[in-house]
């Protein structure tokens, strides 16, 4: 298959023509107008090295909201409100811990100051969301996405204590089911999120629930 090369048009190639590994284009920009077309289309960004790389992998990483796992021990947290929650309201503090936190067997991180500028962006222009928890006032995980009617594309997340970022998707996923989201995009697969209920489902399976989920304005040009 071809590499896609983008220029300064915000079109992107068929899915279809994407890359085993799911790899469909590399270039462009981050741009809201770019970054709301890809979306619409089941694309998300991923940088490697200096570059932006353009992906719609196959099978695709998601949780329906109503198929939620909450293990006992999240069960027993979640009752004695072991966290206090909130959305919206550290953007930038939970963009910024996702992208400096120390990972187990990763060397660096994909968010760039170029994501990171271009994300804050979009939250700024009420597309993209974060969900916090905090314990004794201090934030202590939470993770960010982007929403495009009733889908939400998580992005990424972060825990500074022992399962604050689970608590944060749990309590972020029955907010989101409770507004009337039907599909939450996990992207590519973790053993994290399959224990919360993410499971993979094919690329045309995802990108058909993905058109009946979009706002009835469209966003796919």
């Known amino acids: 298959m071809p590499l896609f090369i983008l220029e300064k048009e915000f079109s992107f190639p068929p899915v279809h023509l ?15 107008d770019r970054l709301l077309v890809a979306y619409s289309r089941g694309i998300f960004p991923w940088y490697e090295g200096k570059h932006i790389l353009w992906w719609c992998p196959d099978p695709r990483f998601v949780l329906f909201p109503n198929e939620l796992k909450i293990s006992t021990s999240m069960k027993k947290l979640l009752k004695k409100d072991a966290f206090n929650f909130t959305t919206d309201v550290a953007f930038d503090q939970v963009i910024n811990n996702c992208k400096t936190i120390r990972r187990k067997g990763q060397a660096g991180t994909w968010i760039t100051n170029e994501v990171r500028r271009a994300y804050i962006e979009l939250h700024r222009n009420g597309f993209a969301h974060s969900a916090e928890v905090w314990k004794d006032g201090e ?15 998580g992005e990424s997340m972060f825990s500074k204590q ?25 992207q590519i697969y973790t053993e994290h999120l399959e224990t919360l209920g993410a499971r993979m489902i094919p690329r045309n399976e995802f990108i058909h629930t993905l058109k009946k989920l979009l706002p009835v304005n469209g966003l796919v040009h």
């Open 18 to 32: 994407a890359e085993p590994d799911g790899l469909l284009a590399v270039g462009g920009d981050l741009s809201i």
């Open 139 to 153: 934030l202590a995980g939470g993770l960010y996405g982007v929403r495009l009617g009733r889908i939400f594309f």
């Open 162 to 186: 022992s399962n604050a970022s689970k608590y944060a998707f749990i309590k972020l996923v029955e907010y989101l089911r409770n507004d009337g989201v039907e599909l939450i995009d996990c």
